[in-house]
């Protein structure tokens, strides 16, 4: 029997939201045209998926030796991924690895050229993946089979190496056939989790920046589940204990259903167990469809306002009628729910004047906060397509970031971008998705090795790893301690390693940034996401790996500022008969204070009044 494993990864702060829910529906579609009783098709474990680092996702595949890997490509994940990928085949020369997902794109050369993956599928992936698999099952049990040339909407190499394009494959006309992951056990959801709901896949408008009129098209025809489908789906999760309900639609209040899925809600979702997330069309929010939100539990609505620049809203080939969205997004105010109103910096025909107008417009039309958020030239877009027309700088890797356009040079673009952050509440020099650092150093018990003090008798094996591990080591000592650093930056290159740093002599910031800096290093997503923080955008992207935490006294008479872009400062502090003194952390300066004597619940009460970071636990030293 053909054995096929399908896995998707993180982003990387937000393991919550990795659902494969698109390998539940590959999986499904399977079933439904009878294709288990040739394949075992099994999905990865989250708790290996969203948890572990490179060396030990390489492990769990060849492990499980499957025949074909599957993986969901996304912004955020396509480039660990695919080298976990290129890994696996290194130790399984047969392994086959087929790749789908947002980042296959016709035009998106590095993932097609990738030596990780074998075929591509583009666009929707169900009746695609469904064809390989049984040309892949006959193949194994030695029956004839059609070569990958009839397979409609893929791509893979030749004999010769060259990529072969088979014709498109359209899309579904009717999403009925394609059966419920949740119903079928496929997807199983832990208490307390969330639930990833999609209700069609349609979008009536063609946004420059966005892949979901592309690749899903304009005309909706029976391209919407069932409503006595989703329904079970909310009702199953329900059952199981989920808390949040996230909507994977485009514009929810537009969908034939909306009205009798908010009137089922209301009902199915009376004890206001279930916190509802959707995406919402500001201009037709009229005061009846809010209040029908409001009483199914819609907690939070995305409503994406973008720009109030009326030349960039051309641009970007969006119709909003500015009046009408401000309407629609006050009610959502009005009945308490909570609103990300969404601002992108570096729209093609925008500049300075036109993002200062669209921050006019969100505090005239009194709209509260906003998200600021930096324009990313996806591939398959119309804003990559017209790239040369408005001069459009970018990162050819993802996140894909803009770096400069007609209207905006890099230093004007990181200018404006540090202003709108700010007036969102927000550190500019945060790097989007980059997990915070844990509070404590204390282990966690059943999880992955991610918790680590040096010297250590029997340290884990760098193929044992989390994706994020915390080191406590002397600064005295890190020539001793080196060579298992460099193991394990080289095992998991993707991943994320917080070294904390206690000194008997604090070291310079020149000191510490030429040990980090000499230490194994391979650009990847997160390295890319902060590439604001350099005054030019040089190789497109800034190190920010492994993270450098200087601990230091609190007598220690050191400047924080001074070790800007070398490691982050924590006071080693004390808090006398339990009273913080709270003023003088925060005026200290730098990442925090570590606080031994301090109780988890006391750190966090802590945190929240002074809005500081606050470490509490024993400091390995």
């Not at 030796?65 to 085949?89: H, I, M």
């Not at 935490?549 to 800007?564: C, G, K, R």
């Amino acid at each position: 029997m053909l054995r096929v494993l399908l896995v998707q990864l993180p982003v990387p702060n937000n393991a919550v939201t990795n659902v494969p829910l698109a390998a539940g529906y590959l999986k499904a579609y399977a079933h439904a045209m009878g294709l288990l009783d040739r394949a075992q098709i099994d999905i990865l474990p989250r708790a290996l998926a969203d948890e572990a680092g490179d060396a030990l996702l390489v492990d769990a595949i060849v492990e499980r030796a499957p025949d074909v890997l599957g993986l969901s490509l996304y912004t955020w994940n396509s480039e660990r991924s695919l080298d976990v990928a290129r890994r696996a085949k290194q130790r399984l020369p047969g392994l086959v690895v087929v790749v789908g997902g947002p980042e296959v794109q016709r035009e998106n050369e590095w993932v097609l050229g990738h030596p990780g993956a074998d075929v591509w599928v583009f666009g929707e992936g169900e009746a695609s993946f469904a064809a390989l698999v049984e040309r892949f099952a006959a193949r194994l049990a030695g029956l004839p089979a059609l070569s990958l040339d009839h397979v409609a909407g893929v791509a893979f190499r030749g004999a010769g190496g060259q990529l072969v394009h088979t014709p498109e494959r359209p899309a579904l006309d009717d999403l009925s056939v394609v059966p419920s992951p949740y119903l079928l056990g496929y997807l199983p959801l832990e208490p307390g989790g969330m639930q990833m709901v999609e209700i069609s896949r349609w979008c009536p408008y063609a946004c420059s920046f966005c892949l979901y009129g592309r690749n899903m098209g304009a005309k909706l025809g029976s391209r919407y589940f069932p409503l006595e489908r989703v329904l079970a789906e909310i009702r199953w999760g329900k059952e199981r204990g989920a808390a949040q309900v996230h909507f994977i639609e485009a514009n929810l209040n537009l969908v034939p259903l909306f009205q009798p899925l908010m009137a089922a809600l209301a009902d199915l979702n009376a004890d206001g167990q279930l916190a509802l997330y959707a995406e919402l069309r500001g201009e037709h929010l009229r005061e009846d469809a809010v209040a029908a939100l409001a009483q199914a539990g819609l907690r939070v609505a995305e409503v994406g306002l973008q720009t109030a620049n009326l030349d960039a809203l051309r641009a970007a080939h969006r119709r909003t009628d500015l009046a009408k969205w401000a309407a629609g997004t006050r009610r959502l105010y009005d009945h308490g729910i909570e609103v990300l109103l969404d601002v992108i910096v570096g729209l093609p025909e925008d500049d300075a004047q036109g993002i200062r107008q669209t921050l006019d417009f969100i505090a005239a039309e009194r709209l509260g906060e906003y998200d600021a958020f930096t324009l990313q030239v996806l591939p398959g877009t119309a804003v990559r397509r017209d790239a040369q027309r408005y001069q459009i700088a970018h990162q050819p890797l993802p996140p894909y970031y803009v770096l400069a356009t007609d209207r905006m040079d890099y230093a004007t673009m990181r200018q404006l971008r540090r202003e709108v952050k700010l007036g969102a509440g927000v550190d500019p020099d945060a790097v989007e998705g980059c997990p915070e650092p844990r509070r404590t150093l204390a282990g966690r018990e059943g999880a992955l090795p991610a918790t680590l003090a040096l010297p250590h008798r029997s340290p884990p094996a760098a193929e044992q790893l989390a994706y994020h591990v915390d080191v406590a080591l002397r600064w005295e000592d890190r020539a001793e301690h080196r060579a298992l650093l460099e193991a394990y930056l080289r095992a998991n290159p993707s991943g994320l390693l917080d070294l904390y740093i206690h000194a008997d002599t604090t070291p310079s910031p020149a000191a510490l940034r030429a040990w980090r800096d000499a230490l194994p290093f391979a650009p990847g997503y997160l390295d890319r996401v902060a590439v604001y923080l350099r005054e030019q955008p040089g190789p497109g992207y800034e190190r920010i790996r492994p993270r450098l935490w200087l601990v230091v006294p609190w007598t220690e008479q050191i400047e924080p500022d001074d070790y800007a872009g070398a490691a982050q400062v924590i006071w080693r502090a004390e808090a006398e008969g339990g009273e913080a003194p709270l003023g003088a952390w925060r005026a200290a300066g730098g990442a925090g204070v570590w606080v031994e004597q301090a109780t988890p619940e006391q750190a966090a009460r802590w945190e929240r009044a002074g809005e500081l970071r606050v470490w509490h636990g024993p400091l390995p030293r």
